[in-house]
Each structure stands twice: as structure tokens, then as C-alpha cells.
């Protein structure tokens, strides 16, 4: 998703903490970035899950990056020490 999209987005306040937790390169912090991100776009998707007019559109966004973060998730703690974007 570009900037841009999310600028017309009607709530895309989890897509600014996603962002973070995409962009943390220090371990101590990717944990709780991962989370809180996580957090708002359950958020999000139970917002949606209660409105009639909800875009598909951001329903995917919110699905694909609900994946990715289980990714980091699962990678933050590994053996190999190293975050999955270093």
C-alpha cells in the first residue's frame, strides 16, 4: 500500500503503527511495535466487522498485514538471534 492510499483510508491509524513495526531495526523494541500493530488492526478489523460500508480493499491490507506480522512475530525470538528484515 502507498502513502497515498492511506491517506484515503476512513481509519488508518493501525496502517501508521504497522509502518513502525516495519521499519524497528532494535530488537528490544520490535517485540512490543509487533504487538501494539497487531493490536490496532484487530481493532480495525472488529470496527469493520460491524460497518455496512467497508472498503475490500482494506479489509485485504488489513488481512496481509496480519501475516506479515505473525512473520516478524515468529522470527523476532529465533535461535539465529537476528531480526527478519537485517
Known amino acids: 500500500m502507498r502513502?497515498?492510499?492511506?491517506?484515503?483510508?476512513?481509519?488508518s491509524g493501525w496502517y501508521g503503527?504497522?509502518?513502525v513495526a516495519l521499519l524497528e531495526s532494535d530488537?528490544?523494541?520490535a517485540l512490543p511495535q509487533i504487538e501494539r500493530a497487531q493490536k490496532a488492526i484487530h481493532?480495525?478489523?472488529?470496527e469493520l466487522d460491524h460497518t455496512s460500508a467497508v472498503d475490500p480493499r482494506?479489509?485485504?491490507?488489513?488481512?496481509?498485514?496480519s501475516n506479515y506480522l505473525g512473520?516478524?512475530?515468529?522470527?523476532?525470538?529465533t535461535?539465529?538471534?537476528r531480526l527478519l528484515w537485517d
Open 3 to 11: 502513502q497515498s492510499d492511506c491517506m484515503q483510508l476512513p481509519n
Open 17 to 19: 503503527l504497522y509502518a
Open 27 to 29: 530488537r528490544k523494541k
Open 43 to 46: 481493532h480495525r478489523q472488529a
Open 58 to 65: 482494506e479489509i485485504q491490507d488489513l488481512s496481509r498485514a
Open 71 to 77: 512473520i516478524m512475530l515468529r522470527n523476532v525470538g
Open 79 to 81: 535461535e539465529s538471534e
